[in-house]
């Protein structure tokens, strides 16, 4: 996309910084199926002590990584339960159902807004007649849930009641960092309360590529084969793994940067239909229910003027702040969809 335009569609459009071209550059690499890449290993091994887990492993994307911990979890012709809007059923292309063989069955739509209790209540246990629960999961920050972070209280509760339903909790936390950042909670904390994490370093992060899996180191040995199974081995990823390396010294404490962005921007167009206290990271939805413009209409219009802006559904459109964004491009966008959505 080119630069004139200030492109709010998503977090995934960054390109790599200098520093981080610069560090990919002179990354040493080997064989990372043989396990020989010095820098992918030092990845896993960061990651993993950052969340105070045993492993981590390196994967292409956040959907491979979802989808190798709920292969890990659930094993065919089980459940897992996560809610309607979670991004392991909307956007996975059904592949918990086609790869891992595993019945998924969602929650109403809250975003980070979950009742414990009501999650409890779906669990079913071993039994003759239904599909047996195996793992419950959870977004963090939740993407369609307009980046709302689930509190730490929420979590806890859910861990207890997986505990005592023996099933698994595993965190979509590709946005984990805007959570970390947002709430002040320690990114150990959140790692401690599931037994598998995704986390993504090619959001928020600004890296060009990947994703780790976090859990024991069982589970991350497992993890390994389902990768390989699913064509996610790599060879000399130290490349990818660099930059990632480098997102994770340069780009989480700035996510503050983002997020205080993001709230400008809600403010802005807040008169319109849009709740400025509901914006807590960097992606700001917009309810355009009662609006003449529909979501589309909006997108169109701002593109004419040099805004890309994400169309969610008909009347639901989303913004999203990042590190390739600057204080005049989010001055720009907000005088452009002021003015259009007062038109
Ligand atoms: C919450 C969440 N999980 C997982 C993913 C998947 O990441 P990827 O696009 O790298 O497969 C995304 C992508 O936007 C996401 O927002």
């Known amino acids: 996309m080119a630069d004139a335009f200030v492109d709010l569609r998503s977090d995934t459009v960054t390109r790599p910084t200098p520093g981080m071209r610069e560090a990919m ?33 390196f994967a292409p994307s956040g959907s491979m990584a979802n989808q190798i911990a709920l292969q890990l979890l659930v094993s065919p012709g089980n459940e897992l339960l996560c809610d309607a809007d979670a991004h392991v059923v909307t956007y996975e292309i059904g592949a918990a159902a086609a790869y891992g063989g595993i019945s998924s069955r969602t929650w109403p739509a809250v975003g980070a807004d979950i009742d414990p209790e009501a999650v409890a209540g779906m669990i079913r246990p071993d039994g003759y007649f239904a599909v047996p629960t195996r793992a419950i999961a959870v977004e963090q920050t939740h993407n369609r849930g307009g980046g709302g972070v689930i509190p730490l209280a929420t979590l806890r509760e859910l861990r207890r009641i997986a505990d005592d339903a023996e099933v698994a909790l595993h965190c979509d936390g590709a946005r984990i960092w805007h959570a970390h950042v947002a709430d002040g909670v320690p990114l150990v904390e959140y790692g ?105 209409a909006l997108a169109a219009a701002a593109r004419d003027e040099g805004v890309l802006i994400s169309v969610l559904g008909p009347r639901t459109a989303r913004l999203v702040t990042h590190l390739d964004l600057d204080d005049a491009g989010v001055t720009h966008a907000a005088t452009v969809l002021t003015r259009l959505l007062a038109a």
Do not use: W
């Open 25 to 57: 550059a002179t990354a040493e690499v080997g064989d990372d199926v043989y396990g020989e890449d010095p820098t992918v290993n030092a990845l896993e091994a960061e990651v993993a002590a950052l969340f105070g887990h045993e492993a981590a492993l």
């Open 192 to 296: 401690q309360l599931f037994d598998t994490l995704s986390v993504c370093l090619s959001k928020g992060l600004g890296a060009p590529v990947g994703s780790l899996v976090v859990g024991s180191a069982e589970k991350i040995e497992r993890a390994r084969l389902i990768r390989k199974r699913m064509g996610g081995g790599m060879r000399q990823a130290g490349i990818l793994a660099a930059a990632g390396r480098y997102a994770l010294a340069h780009h989480v404490d700035r996510l503050a940067e983002d997020h205080a962005r993001a709230a400008r921007l809600a403010e802005a167009v807040a008169p319109f239909g849009v709740l400025a206290a509901a914006v807590r990271t960097n992606l700001v939805p917009l309810d355009l229910t009662k609006h003449a413009l529909d979501a589309r």
